[in-house]
């Protein structure tokens, strides 16, 4: 937000497997603790710096308090050649939804379409993630997941819904992939913790008071009771109500307030849904990938307003990050590598900022 | 908008059956003209006067001009087990959507799940109608289509991408169908053209000028040369190009701004998206009611800000103006009866006003 960061850079791979490590510590296997770590850290190279590497700590003391199961695996509780159900039985959420997204890629590639839900999850971080599984097996990806409740029905003053992304991914041979990853409340509770941190107001439209009341304090809009506001009043919190039916609700699995934040002293139990769409179904997918440069093209050449250099379509700022973190490396703010080495220690792994041997 | 309207009250059927005749008398078939009329009016009975019977005379005029053809029908162009592509051969726009989504909940039924897609159509009027045919099924319904170009790219200053309506509607047994239906720009055009008439100046932020400001002008804004706005910003444009991506590009039809508007003096080429979940695949279909249920309970049950005094779901506000007008009766404007009057004198069949005999 401006302000700005005392931190170190570190190689993309380097975080990769000291994130890894971490989980391979933590008990997980070889696999999960590879597909989550991957996941993890792909949110900081597309510029999600809120889910990613900053989450570890918060993630490994979770599984250190036995709220947060690394040794477990999705189980599939129900199948058919295009449909599947996973109880994610508490596991590593990104190793979790990894799985369940690769499974309706498959039943798409064999029946053209696939989906898939997941119950008793964990947090899955950029939802983006999924989506770009999808699109780089040649199928439309969609996905969303319920999060811990964060915003009030219209006209509400509790929480009752998460801001539950929504992330779509086009396949494309474009060089920024095609791709839309939003949260459904106006900001992320983060910006709130942050301007609380600073001593700084919010602006009105962000979120409530406790008593549904619009409010400039940080704190009142969360910590203290307070509920987020859906973008687009009452078409972000139907959509919102929409993602939980497709994840909680046809998952089996919690919903509403029924889930639980990371803070929580229980199991979050979020509830994920995967759709995949196989291009191929529709046409073939050199011609789909000639009509989206097409439509790309359309965009990016529209006349500018003043002042605006150039017109980007959704996925592109995230990518020249990842080009951008993948040459420089990812900087990761002192205050974090504090917690991260006292994390390490804690499992008794190398500490990221030590040189591999 | 508040202004009170001078209109006459008629009999729900009585306007379906007159709607029907129009588009019988256009040389539909039966069947057709049937599936047009109620969809046309289902918009009106659930309040969405803007997609109902006032569009009837332009409808009408469209295909008397030959740029809409109600002798068409649409043509199956691909097909798989759950996936189909139609070319809609510019017929009734609802009548295309009807037998997109008929296709899709068969396939679902089938197989689970089914997705069709529809290019070289026509304004399918309001989204919500397909939505809830899924519903109704026993299936989780979800619909897009792409409209005449509207709004302009994230910093844009033309009209590229439509605000292309996203409907989702769910099974259960509450009395007010879970239905979502939103479109992706601040406001409709509608309200930019109803401000225009009355003299009125619009909020900033619902469009720009055609030079991409701000305007609180309504003619800069629309019928000047401007661009609607999308809601939540870079997150409504991102959302509305996803839509067209499913529909416009993944039917094989027009895009982005190859569409045109229903003032248009070609065929508007707009393309449709249905996909249809089959319940049942996930979990017994009671199972999942239960469920809605207790999620809807949740969000009426929150506590309320000071001065509301109830909370709705998404379609619950529908619903109601849908009891009411049953019972009541259909309230159509003196100036829309008139050029109702003119449309059926020009059509040789039975003014909407005259008793049937």
Same sequence: chains 1, 2.
């Avoid at 933590?26 to 999600?48: M, N, P, Q, S, Y």
């Avoid at 798409?108 to 964990?122: C, E, F, M, Y």
């Avoid at 704190?219 to 109500?241: D, S």
């Avoid at 080009?323 to 804690?346: F, K, N, Y």
């Amino acid at each position: 937000m401006g302000h700005p960061v005392e931190g170190k850079r570190f190689e993309v791979t380097r975080v990769i497997d000291f994130t890894a490590r971490a989980f391979l510590a933590c008990g997980a296997t070889e696999d999960a603790a590879r597909k989550t770590a991957r996941h993890l850290i792909g949110a900081d190279l597309r510029g999600v710096d809120t889910h990613g590497i900053v989450r570890l700590p918060l993630y490994v003391s979770r599984v250190q308090k036995g709220l947060m199961d690394a040794r477990s695996a999705p189980e599939l509780i129900r199948e058919s050649a295009t449909t599947a159900v996973f109880d994610g039985r508490n596991a590593l959420g990104q190793y979790v939804a990894h799985e369940a997204m690769q499974r309706a890629i498959d039943k798409a590639r064999d029946h053209d379409l696939g989906v898939v839900t997941v119950r008793h999850s964990n947090h899955y971080g950029a939802a983006a993630e999924y989506a770009l599984m999808a699109a780089e097996a040649g199928m439309i990806g969609m996905t969303t997941t319920n999060t811990a409740p964060l915003m009030p029905p219209k006209g509400g003053a509790a929480r009752r819904v998460g801001n539950n992304p929504l992330s779509i991914g086009v396949p494309s041979r474009l060089k920024a992939p095609l791709t839309l990853d939003i949260a459904l409340s106006v900001v992320a509770a983060w910006n709130l913790m942050l301007a609380h941190g600073r001593g700084e107001k919010i602006p009105l439209g962000w979120a409530l008071d406790s008593e549904g009341n619009p409010t400039d304090d940080p704190y009142q809009g969360f910590v203290g009771g307070g509920t987020l506001l859906p973008i687009a009043g009452h078409k972000g919190f139907g959509l919102a109500l929409m993602m939980d039916v497709l994840s909680g609700v046809l998952s089996g699995g919690q919903f509403a307030n029924q889930t639980r934040g990371l803070k929580s002293e229980e199991p979050v139990g979020v509830s994920h849904f995967m759709l995949a769409i196989n291009v191929e179904a529709f046409m073939p997918l050199a011609e789909f990938h000639e009509r989206i440069d097409e439509l790309v093209r359309l965009m990016k050449s529209a006349p500018r307003r003043d002042g605006v250099s150039e017109l980007m379509v959704p996925g592109e700022p995230e990518h020249r990050k990842m080009v951008q973190r993948q040459a420089e490396g990812i900087l990761i703010e002192d205050r974090v590598i504090r917690e991260l080495d006292a994390m390490a220690d804690s499992l008794e792994i190398e500490r990221l900022g030590v040189e591999s041997p």
